[in-house]
């Protein structure tokens, strides 16, 4: 990575970071777009974060899941079906779906999750009912944060599922979209998010045996 694209970067802790990916996707995308994508992931996570000390970490890891995404649309990488689960905040709804359907399908399927106008981090509880329920938080819910949706992630999906985020989710031909009508476990107690929990579990289980029976 060059010595000058610390500056076109809008935090210079970046420049590792961006230059680990450009190492990792080399042959793949150049480090201009590399850059281009690890700057777009920063400020936009900055728009919603109320501790910055993190950021640089979560910029580099939601870049790669972007350049993931677009290599699969692209066909230069990977082939693997993939599930994008969307709800307003990606800190309750999204994120279960998401642990649930990871856990249960292992490496059969890509799972990921975002966030219309995403909160600043995934609710306390959610994480409890999902350790409940068996979900490996040093796994399957490992480093889970609430992240923006993004066009590349939308791309790359087989199929969409929206939970709560109404018409703020684009609608792209070619995308399989279903809607899953849970509520919203945002401050409530531990026995309602469990029920949510289990009402989305449910929701799993049925897309599984489409998908990987």
């Not at 799972?111 to 981090?121: I, K, L, Q, R």
């Not at 994480?127 to 889970?144: F, H, I, M, S, W």
């Not at 923006?148 to 684009?170: K, N, R, S, Y």
Request: aromatic content about 4%; hydrophobic content about 45%.
């Amino acid at each position: 990575m060059p010595a000058s694209a610390s500056s076109s970067l809008p935090d210079e802790r970046l420049t590792s970071g961006a230059a680990r990916l450009a190492s990792r996707y080399a042959g793949h995308f150049a480090p201009e777009t590399v850059l281009g994508l690890l700057s777009d992931s920063y400020v936009r996570l900055t728009e919603h974060a109320r501790v910055r000390t993190h950021l640089v970490v979560l910029a580099e890891r939601l870049t790669a899941e972007r350049l993931d995404a677009l290599a699969q649309t692209q066909g230069v990488m990977g082939s693997q079906r993939r599930v994008l689960f969307v709800c307003s905040h990606n800190a309750g709804r999204s994120q279960m779906a998401a642990a649930l359907l990871a856990h249960r399908a292992g490496e059969r399927i890509t799972v990921s999750s975002a966030g219309t106008h995403p909160a600043a981090e995934v609710e306390p509880l959610v994480v409890q009912a999902l350790t409940e329920k068996g979900v490996d938080v040093n796994g399957d819910l490992a480093g889970a944060f609430p992240k923006p949706l993004t066009a590349e992630v939308i791309e790359a999906a087989d199929i969409v599922i929206t939970m709560g985020c109404g018409d703020a989710c684009p609608v792209l031909p070619g995308r399989r979209y279903l809607d899953w009508p849970v509520a919203d476990p945002e401050g409530a107690p531990i026995a309602v998010v469990r029920t949510i929990r289990d009402a989305i579990d449910a929701h799993v289980t049925e897309l599984l045996v489409q998908l990987a029976p």
